[in-house]
């Protein structure tokens, strides 16, 4: 049995434990994943759960910026042997916590028994102290960092309503699905325009899933295009937060709500009222 497959039937044990394990995807980047992850831990937080958010995007991983929470170490320091996994958790104003990755992830399926082990004994202990593990990954699907994903309960899929970032959202559920056809599927589109253009990417998707590989995906709905994310990016805080009464932050808590409540039903952008629109549109002058 190899490295990999080891850490696989590890992290696979460690999910009948408390914790839920969620892997948030997508089959490209500029989708949103790392701002949505963000919120989402946010949310579920605001909701009473005790979180916790990993940044397992290789090489390119920007929690720390997003949320102007930086540490000085990261999972790897950890990994090490520098200190208890305690060390490389940082609190963020949102109410959640996070750990920060770093570029020897990319090494996984090289690290020594010792290595693994550590991360095994840190997961355990997150899972008896969290309610939610988010791991937000890298964007496509490699065979770094895959073993989290194929370990996590729940796959979150990111796409946007382009058809490049549907079709390799789709590649990226297939690939995960030929590894294992019994993985939970999640999908969201972002940043669109209007209700309709994420029904009808969501809709391609699991029709395709359905149709080509007879699998059921849950369909949690999609989040507007709001200039506030912007801002809220460029001020470093969850918008959830910074905005809580916008259209992307009314959107999500009513997602995070539904998700909760295991309400199957599909959540879609508000309609905003005539004065709120009005009031945004001098805003932007």
Known sequence: MDQAETLRQKMMNLNKTQAKAIAVVSGKGGVGKSNFSINFASELAAKGNSVLLMDMDIGMGNVHILLGASSEK???HYLEGDG????????????????SGGSGLNKMVEWKDIEIQRLMDGFMLLQQSYDYLIFDMGAGASEN??????????????????????????????????????????????????????KLALNRLSSAMNKFLQKEVRILGSLPEDPYVRRSVINQ???TKLYPNSPASKTLKNMVHAYLEHNNGEVHNMKTRFTERLSAFFRKK
Request: hydrophobic share 45%; net charge negative; charged share 20%.
């Open 84 to 99: 208890l996994i305690e060390d490389v958790i940082v609190k963020v104003e949102g109410g959640f916590s996070y750990i």
């Open 74 to 76: 990261n999972i790897l």
């Open 145 to 198: 960092g895959l073993e989290l994903i194929m370990s996590a309960d729940e796959v979150i899929v990111i796409t946007t309503g382009e058809p490049t970032s549907i079709m390799d959202a789709y590649s990226m559920m297939k690939f995960i699905h030929m590894r294992d056809p019994e993985k939970s599927f999640a999908l969201l589109c972002n940043r669109v325009m209007n209700p309709a253009e994420g």
């Open 237 to 239: 805080t969850p918008f």
